[in-house]
């Protein structure tokens, strides 16, 4: 809730930062990604529909921390979208869900 947090002030490391982000995504109630966009998104992606135009501050730094969009997409996409791994759709879509999320990464400015 505090806006005007600043993590660098704190002592945390960056792999604690990353690890309560995805505890804080994994514990809602529907994934970030809500399941009745995953289908239309997929669909997008297929029809080429998004392209990437910018990055975000964290993917703007990767010469220094190694996380580029994709790098970041991979950590987070299984989180974000949390697909049923039961489905055999759901298994052949892995690189799929992975690159709409370093889209909506890198789109970010967009988004929000």
């Known amino acids: 809730a505090d ?4 993590l660098a002030e704190k002592d945390f490391t960056v ?3 990353a690890g309560a982000m995805k505890s804080f ?4 109630p529907e994934p970030l990604v809500p399941y009745t966009m ?3 998104l997929v669909e997008a992606h297929s029809d080429v529909v998004l392209s ?5 501050r964290v993917s703007h730094n990767h010469r220094v921390n190694l996380m580029t969009s ?3 997409s991979i950590c987070f ?7 049923d791994f039961s489905t055999m759709d759901a298994l052949t879509a892995t690189r799929t869900y992975q690159t709409i999320i370093e ?7 967009f988004f929000f």
């Open 3 to 6: 806006h005007g947090l600043d």
């Open 77 to 83: 996409w299984p989180t974000l979208m949390r697909p």
């Open 70 to 72: 994709e790098n970041l």
């Open 25 to 28: 995504f994994s514990e809602l």
């Open 103 to 109: 889209l909506f990464i890198q789109q970010c400015p």
């Open 15 to 17: 792999n604690t930062v």
């Open 52 to 56: 990437p135009l910018c990055r975000r």
């Open 38 to 40: 995953q289908v239309e």
